[in-house]
Each structure stands twice: as C-alpha cells, then as structure tokens.
Nanobody, 123 residues
Framework: QVQLVESGGGLVQAGGSLRLSCAAS????????VGWFRQAPGKEREFLGA????????YYVDSVKGRFTISRDNAENTVHLQMNSLKPESTAVYYC????????????????WGQGTQVTVSS
C-alpha cells in the first residue's frame, strides 16, 4: 500500500515558478514509477510527465518539455515537479500517481493517487 500527499501548490504570476512535492508512505515506494497529472475545471485529466522507479528516466509531454522537471529522492520517499515559466492555462489541480508497471501517460496504469494540490497562475 502506498499513500501519496502532494504539496507546494499556490498562487503564482505568469512566468513564475513553483515546486510541487509528492510525499509517499510505504516501504515499497522506491519500486514505483511516478507520474504527474493535472486537471483544470471542466477539462479532462492531463498527463504531464513521469519518472522511472530508479529515477534514471523521465518522460514529458511536449507542452511542458523544457519548462517542467521531475526528480525523485527515494531515500526521502519524495518526488518533485519543478515548474518554470508558468502560464495562466497551467491553472489546475495537480496530482501525483504511482505505478508498479510503467512510467507512462496511461492513467489506468497508475495504482495510487494523491488528493491533489491547487495551482493557480494569474495573468
């Protein structure tokens, strides 16, 4: 069993940065890939990127590539999402999720989800 708690959301101006954290409980967290998703009001959940269980591989969608960076510290059971050059359209609830099988964009591949953290980007 893995429990995930996101933190670090808040209000930021366009062009600013935020660093989200995903803290996990459970001794086996280091064996899970972790993905980040977001969901804006009235829109479907959107995959942003993922990191492999050892952290040696990352994958991002084109819309955030070069602006968002995912990292992990398995000793601390934490995964981070560094977001730079934020845009108003980045406003959403951001979720981390853990997958035993795959660091990919399919939400169905993720076994555990956090409760989300709100990010609001003002113009």
């Amino acid at each position: 069993q893995v429990q995930l708690v996101e933190s670090g959301g808040g209000l930021v101006q366009a062009g600013g940065s935020l660093r989200l954290s995903c803290a996990a409980s459970g001794r086996t967290f280091s064996s899970y890939a972790v993905g980040w998703f977001r969901q804006a009001p009235g829109k479907e959940r959107e995959f942003l990127g993922a990191i492999s269980w050892r952290g040696e591989s990352t994958y991002y969608v084109d819309s955030v590539k070069g602006r968002f960076t995912i990292s992990r510290d398995n000793a601390e059971n934490t995964v981070h999402l560094q977001m730079n050059s934020l845009k108003p359209e980045s406003t959403a609830v951001y979720y981390c999720a853990a997958s035993k099988c795959c660091a990919d964009e399919a939400a169905a591949d993720y076994d555990y989800w956090g409760q989300g953290t709100q990010v609001t980007v003002s113009s």
